[in-house]
């Protein structure tokens, strides 16, 4: 695979989740150590065609940027470092056993908000470019 994977989606409303999980102190201090920053509370969902499916499984195979909950009651997850145009966030895949959304929707956290940031609004589409380099630290 390329160093970087371009994937396209359609912003869609999540199920309400990622705020709360993205707030977890352990989530918080993970993120800042691990990808660099702190994540804005919540999460940008996109909606991904079927043409990107194969690139999300691929990611799936792979380790990835472990974030372990120290708390047995919440799940482990792994980010992949990804770009929006300037802001630099991560597509966060919460454990397999736990996950809320359709394997064709993935979740993305920055230390911004997103949508405010890039001025796109629900049913939006946009680019996401993979940064393979970094997927292990």
Same mark, same amino acid.
């Given at each position: 695979?390329?160093?970087?994977?371009?994937?396209?989606?359609?912003?869609?409303?999540?199920?309400?989740?990622?705020?709360?999980?993205?707030?977890?102190?352990?989530?918080?201090?993970?993120?800042?150590?691990?990808?660099?920053?702190?994540?804005?509370?919540?999460?940008?969902?996109?909606? +991904?065609?079927?043409?990107?499916?194969?690139? @999300?499984? #691929?990611?799936?195979?792979?380790?990835?940027?472990? *974030? /372990? %909950?120290?708390?047995?009651?919440?799940?482990?997850?792994?980010?992949?470092?990804?770009?929006?145009?300037?802001?630099?966030?991560?597509?966060?895949?919460?454990?397999?056993?736990?996950?809320?959304?359709?394997?064709?929707? +993935?979740?993305?956290?920055?230390?911004?908000? @997103?949508? #405010?940031?890039?001025?796109?609004?629900?049913?939006? *589409? /946009? %680019?996401?470019?993979?940064?393979?380099?970094?997927?292990?630290?």
């Amino acid at each position: 695979m390329e160093d970087n994977l371009i994937i396209a989606g359609k912003i869609v409303r999540g199920v309400k989740q990622g705020k709360f999980f993205t707030q977890l102190e352990w989530f918080q201090k993970q993120c800042a150590d691990k990808l660099g920053f702190k994540p804005y509370p919540g999460t940008l969902n996109l909606e +991904i065609s079927v043409a990107y499916l194969p690139i @999300i499984e #691929s990611l799936n195979r792979e380790e990835g940027i472990e *974030l /372990i %909950s120290p708390d047995p009651k919440f799940c482990n997850a792994k980010a992949f470092s990804v770009s929006l145009g300037e802001i630099r966030g991560a597509i966060i895949m919460p454990d397999e056993k736990v996950r809320v959304h359709a394997k064709n929707i +993935i979740e993305i956290v920055a230390p911004l908000k @997103i949508k #405010s940031s890039l001025q796109v609004a629900d049913g939006d *589409l /946009i %680019s996401v470019a993979i940064n393979r380099s970094e997927l292990i630290r």
